[in-house]
């Protein structure tokens, strides 16, 4: 998490926060302190010798906060004042009650005792901030930990995925790289062994993920990324929800009528289906090859609609 | 620098020690750090009134002595200082902590730390033994996410530029009632003060910085809002009949699950879907191309016909 120069008002709360945490740590080293803190080791004495000057009117050895860390360890005496951890704020109950709808779904059938304290801790928050926050997971957790896993220990995963561009669910053994974010879509850009190349997935098509014991040999192999497939096109209609489509930036946009688009991917397949979905909003420029396959697309389509089988 | 650090932290004691209220002259009098011209003092204890409520710590008003009504007192209650989820158990720290490490490197990361910080205060380890292995992650970094989050929970109005379908950006002014996500998107709901209802917007077409207007407790949240119904019933809903190839379009088929039925026609099943948006259920169907072919309703297919016709005419 990010590291800022602390604001007074920061390091007042922190200081707030840390006369709790040691009373319950007692003797917690200084270097443990600061991590914990996510602060310097300097930084931290700073704060212990501000909250030094600390305590009660009257100031005197009697009504100070006494602390010791001088040893390297810290702790803590005649600090009863301020000894309760204080209440969470509103926002960091926000924080928390989303952060525990990310959690429902990815919890394993057989534990029920789980879900149900994660409802009730879930119900004890609302009734003290309201109904202000709510999220349905896309991602399963589990999954998502099983991923971290193979990357931290270097090892390949067994997968079951949705491909919606294949419009097809494969098992597929994958070199996880890199984790990453596509227009609010968690990715993992991995080494595939079935597609014999690089390729991206997406978080919320995992149906499993295993770790895998079979050795990974990925970095044998040189294989590079694919080509990119790039087109040039036009969009007459839902400017804003096509752009999104095709992962464009609305920044960028000059809002001339007849403005061309750049738009690729590493997926012919992705490109087309694209293409076909906003038949009546887009128009390919370029190239010629794609707007054919396009067109073969829909004249297919067409003939099924024109069947009288499926009149 | 510390001097306000610990002027903060001193008031902060002297206020949640005293069992009554003590006036404002008692805190000039006693507590370290208020130094200067009576005016100066009177504008450091407004500051720092401000900045501890901002940290969550609200100081109470009230009479000191009800013969001199003219000097208000101040306090703070314990009960309004001191963590408010009661007693908790290992495995609940754990699952409240793996709820807040959720934020780690995204928005809201920092009230995700501090909160981290009082649940290890509490001082019991959490039971992480006794839970699966499992990463949660909020996947946004949008800073306006924690604007939003923070007008909400102040009850502050708020405005901002927003995208309309022409990319044109038009400021909206709202009074912020929630946020959600659903399918990776994050939306915020609030009364819309302009038109005068309830309306949601999608947070990254939000095209300017959340700027606060007015003061907090501006409005209160009605009881009929549910967050939850909101979401779900904000469009009248449609059902369309579809044919599915067999063992293609998955997505839709398992949208469908329980409609799902083999057709007179070989090689195709039959199902019903429910829909909102028309215009998103005709591209969905385009996506799958000739896998997919819909039945009804009439007017959607003739759509479907008309696009097919123009793109094997433009592209053919």
């Known amino acids: 998490m990010a590291k800022t120069q602390s604001s007074p008002i920061s390091k007042a709360a922190r200081l707030l926060d840390l006369v709790p945490y040691i009373s319950t740590h007692q003797g917690v080293s200084l270097k443990d302190l600061a991590i914990e803190f996510d602060i310097s080791v300097t930084e931290l004495l700073d704060d212990l010798n501000t909250l030094w000057m600390c305590g009660l009117p009257g100031y005197t050895p009697l009504e100070l906060i006494d602390l010791s860390f001088d040893s390297g360890f810290v702790s803590i005496r005649n600090a009863e004042v301020l000894q309760k951890v204080r209440l969470l704020t509103k926002e960091e109950l926000v924080v928390i009650a989303i952060g525990l709808d990310l959690l429902k779904e990815s919890i394993p059938s057989e534990r029920g005792d789980l879900n149900g304290a994660i409802s009730s801790l879930a119900e004890k928050i609302k009734g003290l901030i309201g109904d202000i926050a709510f999220v349905t997971p896309t991602v399963n957790s589990a999954h998502r930990a099983v991923i971290l896993r193979a990357m931290k220990e270097r090892k390949d995963l067994e997968i079951e995925y949705h491909s919606l561009i294949r419009d097809q669910v494969s098992l597929r053994r994958i070199t996880p790289l890199e984790l990453g974010e596509d227009n609010g879509l968690e990715t993992l850009f991995a080494y595939c062994y079935q597609a014999k190349g690089f390729r991206t997935f997406r978080l919320d098509n995992f149906f499993d993920a295993q770790i895998s014991e079979v050795l990974s040999e990925v970095s044998n192999e040189s294989a590079s990324r694919s080509e990119m497939f790039k087109a040039k096109c036009r969009i007459n209609n839902r400017l804003r929800t096509t752009l999104e489509r095709f992962r464009l930036n609305t920044a960028s946009v000059s809002g001339k009528s007849d403005e061309e688009f750049s738009v690729e991917s590493f997926s012919q397949d992705w490109l087309i289906r694209n293409f076909l979905s906003t038949l009546g909003n887009t128009e390919i420029i370029e190239p010629i090859e794609l707007a054919k396959l396009v067109g073969e697309k829909a004249h297919a389509t067409l003939d099924l609609y024109k069947n009288k089988v499926f009149a | ?316």
């Open chain 2, 1 to 316: 620098m510390s001097r306000k650090t610990e002027r903060l932290v001193n008031l902060t004691i002297a206020l949640l020690a005293t069992k009554r209220y003590i006036t404002k002259s008692e805190i000039f009098r006693t507590v370290d750090g208020y130094e200067g011209s009576a005016e100066s003092k009177e504008r450091m204890f407004e500051r720092d009134k401000d900045d501890l409520r901002n940290l969550g710590i609200e100081i109470e008003v009230g009479s000191f002595d009800p013969l001199f009504e003219d000097e208000a007192g101040y306090r703070i209650k314990p009960d309004s200082y001191q963590f408010q989820l009661g007693e908790i158990s290992s495995q609940e720290v754990s699952l409240l902590s793996l709820a807040a490490e959720a934020w780690r490197g995204a928005a809201l990361d920092g009230s995700a730390l501090t909160a981290l910080r009082k649940l290890h205060a509490i001082g019991i380890e959490s039971d992480l033994d006794s839970i699966p292995e499992l990463a949660p992650h909020a996947n946004i970094r949008d800073k306006n996410l924690q604007l939003a989050i923070a007008a909400i929970t102040a009850k502050k109005r708020i405005s901002f530029q927003y995208l309309n379908e022409n990319l044109q950006s038009q400021v909206r002014k709202i009074a912020p009632y929630a946020v959600a996500s659903q399918y990776g998107h994050w939306y915020l709901y609030g009364q819309d003060l302009e038109k005068g209802s309830l309306r949601s917007f999608r947070l990254d077409r939000i095209a300017s910085d959340i700027q606060e207007e007015g003061k907090s407790g501006a409005y209160e949240i009605p009881e009929s809002f549910q967050l939850r119904s909101q979401m779900e019933d904000s469009d009248e809903l449609f059902t369309a009949h579809l044919y599915l190839r067999t063992g293609r379009a998955l997505s839709l088929r398992s949208r469908a699950a329980n409609s799902l039925q083999p057709s007179k026609i070989p090689g195709w099943d039959l199902v019903s879907l429910t829909f909102r948006d028309r215009e998103r259920l005709i591209e969905e169907l385009l996506w799958y191309g000739d896998d997919v072919v819909l039945h009804s309703p009439q007017d959607l297919r003739d759509e479907i016909i008309l696009r097919l016709e123009n793109g094997v005419k433009s592209y053919g």
